[in-house]
């Protein structure tokens, strides 16, 4: 990419002498890698954007925050959507941006209350394409439960956008006594999937590259905050919750672990892989571990409470087919490990940057 | 721009039989004015956002919410920020980013306490200006006292941004008995504008063009919270606040009296034009009244308090040339009309479109 030609500024200050504080050696530019969820991201937060920023909640960067607020405790989140294709079986931009968001805020145990909306539209495109993917963010701000209470639009000429991108913050409450974030991860927790992963990543890989795999493979994009009610309606010792979408369940434990200083040891049998997933991923060669999904949740709760909480989770459609995958361990801190099939081990890594760009 | 390729999505569905809810007649595709901040913005919401979107905050879309949210009284709101080219005197997106959402919030009076931020950057752009504009962005969020909660980064192929894009959302506390709005302007109330208009434009346009206007024009971008602090220090009763950017102090004034249903009258004469804009306005055959501002407010106030009001804000670093530049009327609802300097009249009409593309 050190030949693409780069718009410059005229009023742009001289960067010659900028010493780049990011450990990414060869890349003094932005890379794909950057916006895939794995290691490069979190360097890209570390390095540059931790400093700039300054503060104490900088911990929450990249996940959903938990503020006081006139006497509020709150969950805030945003995410920006740049999915491609716009339309996928399962779902688009629009009902994506939705769900992603309450999604966020709900690993925080909030139910999402209200949504912001910012649509950046390239010049050219057809208003009934924007129209459609309005009434699904619509609707699907109507399933979810929150309301969407404030907007803007913007235009870029034709040739610096790709049809629609959207941002998506959100507000939610976060309920007395709750208090679940990475950190919290225990050993002795157990680790549950609310169900089948690698569902999204397939779908949008599916249409994008014209591959069939068998059956149609939809996306599993869906609000989790009435899952998650659930699930506090079982205990309100949830530990950790987490929404493995780019970067796939792989990210989403790896964060866990360094976050918590523990390790985490998987039953690879146990992970949930749909055979439409795992066909598509043995014909790419992909891992369905890195698959990002839109509709799954990984919980830690403790041990005592863990039979309780399945059972919530079961008792929901959205995690009908829940199910223990392993558990949090003293042993490897900060490192996932899987027993494979074959009674062997393997390390589970965080991914370095990006397998499927531009996922959501 | 029907002759611009339109990328076509193989999933999306067949739009041939949609019918365009917009009254834009020959414009079934996005065009540039859809994000000015004009007539053809305000159509966009009205016909085409609002349906879909639905529920009961659909009067705040494109302005700050204020909401009930566990007992506390939120300001809400949000503003992509697509600004060309990144960095211009007096500031760049970074801050603008920062300046344009607090602002926003203290159009409801609330203070702003913490920001969402998610930035789309293209591939191949400098590590080196991204980290310029955090920075730029983080510094600005210091000066205004809101702390940066939650972040999130994407990243486009080359050739579907323009080097960064940056999304901002606001919350911050309205304070009791705090009531601003458009709807609230009453015949009697005093209009007033915080200072000279036309500068944020201008500046773009100046480095935008590669045009000189005598001297260096600087935007006026900045954050307002304080001002509006020292206004409600007045009175709790100011009852319209509004930023004038994208559109200007027209498309602000405007937009009040149609919320309203009051009309808006004006001594052009005492609209404060810095000779530099006025000159760049002469040149380029632009009107002031159109020019965005970035750190500038439009108050309606009281005429009882109007006098209290003017005198905390010119006490104010970012009031100091604060002027009464007219009065909100019964007379002709719906319209601004401005005395000229001849002693004629004229109507100050809601812009159709953009006069200054991509202005923040």
């Given at each position: 990419?050190?030949?693409?030609?780069?718009?410059?500024?005229p009023?742009a200050?001289d960067?010659s002498g900028?010493?780049?504080?990011l450990?990414l050696r060869?890349?003094?530019?932005?890379?794909?890698g950057?916006?895939g969820?794995?290691?490069?991201?979190?360097e890209l937060v570390?390095?540059?954007?931790?400093?700039?920023?300054?503060?104490?909640a900088?911990a929450?960067?990249?996940?959903?925050?938990?503020?006081?607020?006139?006497g509020?405790?709150?969950a805030f989140?945003?995410?920006?959507?740049?999915?491609r294709?716009?339309?996928?079986p399962?779902?688009?931009?629009?009902?994506l941006?939705?769900?992603?968001?309450v999604?966020?805020l709900?690993?925080?145990?909030?139910r999402?209350?209200?949504?912001?909306?910012?649509?950046?539209l390239?010049?050219?495109v057809?208003?009934?394409?924007?129209?459609?993917i309005?009434?699904?963010?619509?609707?699907?701000?109507?399933?979810?439960?929150?309301?969407?209470?404030?907007g803007?639009?913007?235009?870029?000429?034709?040739?610096?956008g790709?049809?629609?991108?959207?941002?998506?913050?959100?507000?939610?409450?976060?309920?007395?006594?709750?208090?679940?974030?990475?950190?919290?991860?225990?050993?002795?927790?157990?680790?549950?999937?609310?169900?089948?992963?690698?569902?999204?990543?397939?779908?949008?890989?599916?249409?994008?590259?014209?591959?069939?795999f068998?059956?149609?493979?939809?996306?599993?994009?869906?609000?989790?905050?009435?899952?998650?009610?659930?699930?506090?309606?079982?205990t309100?010792?949830l530990?950790?919750?987490?929404?493995?979408t780019?970067?796939?369940?792989?990210?989403?434990?790896?964060?866990?672990?360094a976050?918590?200083?523990?390790?985490?040891g998987?039953?690879?049998?146990?992970?949930?892989?749909p055979?439409?997933?795992?066909?598509?991923?043995?014909?790419?060669?992909?891992?369905?571990?890195?698959?990002a999904?839109?509709?799954?949740?990984?919980?830690?709760v403790p041990?005592?409470?863990a039979d309780?909480?399945?059972?919530?989770?079961?008792?929901?459609?959205?995690?009908a087919?829940?199910?223990?995958?392993?558990?949090c361990?003293?042993?490897?801190?900060g490192?996932?490990?899987a027993?494979?099939?074959?009674?062997?081990?393997?390390v589970v890594?965080?991914?370095m940057?990006?397998?499927?760009?531009?996922?959501?």
């Open positions: 990419m050190a030949d693409t030609e780069l718009r410059t500024d009023a200050p960067f900028w010493s780049c504080p450990p060869d890349h003094p530019r932005v890379v794909m950057h916006g969820g794995g290691a490069m991201s979190a570390e390095n540059l954007f931790a400093p700039a920023f300054g503060g104490p900088l929450g960067l990249g996940d959903s925050a938990v503020l006081e607020l006139g509020a405790r709150l989140s945003t995410d920006s959507y740049v999915v294709p716009l339309f996928f399962g779902g688009c931009i629009g009902d941006a939705v769900n992603g968001t999604n966020d709900a690993m925080s145990g909030a999402a209350a209200y949504l912001s909306c910012g649509f950046i390239e010049e050219g057809e208003l009934a394409l924007v129209d459609r309005a009434r699904a963010l619509g609707a699907a701000a109507r399933t979810a439960g929150v309301e969407v209470a404030t803007d639009t913007k235009v870029v000429e034709a040739g610096h790709d049809g629609v991108y959207l941002n998506t913050a959100g507000i939610g409450l976060v309920p007395a006594g709750v208090d679940i974030r990475p950190q919290r991860a225990r050993p002795g927790d157990v680790v549950i999937v609310s169900g089948p992963i690698g569902l999204h990543g397939v779908a949008i890989l599916s249409v994008r590259e014209g591959l069939e068998g059956v149609e493979v939809r996306s599993d994009c869906a609000a989790l905050g009435g899952l998650v009610e659930a699930m506090l309606g079982a309100r010792d530990h950790v919750l987490r929404d493995p780019r970067g796939g369940l792989a990210a989403a434990l790896n964060e866990i672990a976050a918590a200083g523990v390790g985490v998987l039953s690879e049998r146990a992970v949930p892989v055979d439409p997933v795992a066909n598509a991923c043995a014909v790419l060669g992909l891992d369905p571990m890195y698959i999904n839109e509709g799954k949740l990984v919980a830690f041990r005592a409470e309780a909480v399945l059972a919530a989770m079961r008792a929901h459609p959205l995690g087919e829940a199910v223990a995958i392993g558990e361990v003293e042993d490897h801190p490192m996932v490990v027993r494979t099939g074959f009674g062997g081990t393997r890594d965080l991914p940057g990006e397998q499927l760009p531009r996922i959501c």
